[in-house]
């Protein structure tokens, strides 16, 4: 089994800055992509980013320029910096692995941005 657990979500004003962090643990022998998706209220979930094991990343729209995606290998660790945040960016930030090429979802983590 894989797990996924998320930290660092909470309440911001606009403009300000979070940074939320995946780790992975169980038995992930290959960690082929990780990402992040959100869900705000009344939305469906949607792509923000993604990292794949060689270090591509790709960006929604709605965030490039604002959030990046990095990772630590040695800490099987995805990491979303996000800065300039608007309300619009409210929502449940779930972490997602490819990992053994079956997909595994975080918890979710709250993110509040207030106008």
């Known amino acids: 089994q894989v797990q996924l657990v998320e930290s660092g979500g909470g309440l911001v004003q606009a403009g300000g800055s979070l940074r939320l962090s995946c780790a992975v643990s169980?038995?992930?022998?290959?960690?082929?992509?990780m990402g992040w998706h959100r869900q705000g209220p009344g939305n469906q979930r949607e792509l923000v980013a993604t990292?794949?094991?060689?270090?591509?990343?790709n960006y929604a729209d709605s965030v490039k320029g604002r959030f990046t995606i990095s990772k630590d290998n040695a800490k099987n660790t995805v990491y979303l910096q996000m800065n300039g945040l608007k309300p619009e960016d409210t929502a449940v930030y779930y972490c997602?692995?490819?990992?053994?090429?079956?997909?595994?979802w975080g918890q979710g983590t709250q993110v509040t941005v207030s106008s």
């Open positions: 997602n692995c490819l990992c053994n090429w079956y997909n595994y």
């Open positions: 169980g038995s992930a022998r290959s960690i082929n992509r």
């Open positions: 990292i794949t094991s060689g270090g591509s990343t």
